[in-house]
């Protein structure tokens, strides 16, 4: 007596007719479909025996139903993304779901182009441009004003102070004098070329010099002392007389060494002497 081949639930004989293994059970295809099948994620119909079954983690798709959320592309062969709410994408709509937009164009910068960030924000490469000359920044350096960004060049030119002595843009740190900016490395004295920023120094006929140059080479000498007549500490106030200058300390009556400064004197020689003292000559 042949042994019998029936559906594991129905207990239909199943000779000469289509079945499916479950779990190591043979069942009519009408059994597989209404107890085994697993259901289709996208149209939420049985998959049935003979149907192509596709599956990503514990979800099932007819293979016609696994297609892109968005352009409805089929995935079976094709590379796709799941993203957290459970929808299947194709690659490039999945990019586009969930990428940047340029900050310039408000166009989706896909994953792997080129691309600029700055504070948080991001701008295709191309469209990172100056505000000025509007060509593209890429790796360049680059300063802003307000929202806009410039090159450096442009930025020099509509925006920096330029130096008094080279005319070139000062585009970090420099020194103001008598309200006209300077690099500091321009601000030097005439002759022995010292930075002068932050230390003493006089000008003379549009140079400045510091005070030891000064005084060799620029201050006139004292007739009374012959030291140089600085401007500096005592040497402040000054005499001249004649195409002659001392300080006004060294102004004094020659024979009793009465200050002469701002009273009546009298030039003998080389000498000056109150008017009581030149009396007595």
């Known amino acids: 007596m042949t042994e019998r081949f029936d559906c594991f639930y129905c207990r239909d004989n199943l000779q000469g007719k ?16 209404k107890l085994c099948a697993n259901t289709c994620a996208e149209c939420r119909k049985p998959i049935g025996a003979d149907a192509k079954e596709l599956n990503h983690k514990n979800r099932h798709w007819h293979e016609g139903c696994f297609r892109c959320a968005k352009c409805y592309k089929p995935l079976a062969n ?4 799941a993203k957290d709410d459970g929808k299947i994408m194709c690659g490039k709509c999945g990019d586009r779901d969930g990428s940047p937009r340029c900050q ?3 166009k989706v910068i896909t994953p792997g182009s080129k691309n600029v960030e700055y504070k948080h924000k991001v701008w295709h490469e ?9 060509q593209p920044i890429c790796s360049q350096s680059f300063l802003t004003k307000g929202d806009d960004m410039y090159c450096t060049p442009c930025h020099e030119k509509k925006f920096a102070k330029h ?17 006209q900016p300077w690099h500091s490395e321009c ?10 920023a932050g230390a003493r120094f006089t000008a003379h ?37 004649e195409n002659k200058s001392w300080h006004e300390y060294c102004f004094n009556c020659k024979k009793c060494s009465l200050s002469m400064a701002h009273k009546r004197f009298v ?3 080389e000498d000056i002497y109150c008017s009581d003292c030149a009396k007595k000559l």
């Open 104 to 106: 310039a164009c408000y």
């Open 187 to 196: 601000f030097v004295c005439h002759t022995c070329k010292k930075p002068l």
């Open 163 to 179: 130096c008094v002595r080279c005319k070139e843009a000062i585009t970090s740190g420099g020194i103001t004098y008598q309200d």
């Open 126 to 134: 191309e469209c990172f441009t100056c505000f000025e000359c509007k």
């Open 205 to 241: 006929e549009d140079q400045f010099y510091c005070v030891d140059c000064y005084k060799t080479d620029v201050a006139k000498k004292c007739s009374g002392c012959q030291n140089p007549i600085t401007g500096f500490g005592r040497g402040t106030n000054v005499v001249n007389y």
């Open 78 to 81: 094709e590379p796709f993304a």
């Open 18 to 33: 289509k079945y499916a293994n479950k779990d190591d059970k043979h069942v009519c295809l009408r059994c597989f479909e």
């Open 267 to 269: 030039i003998n020689g």
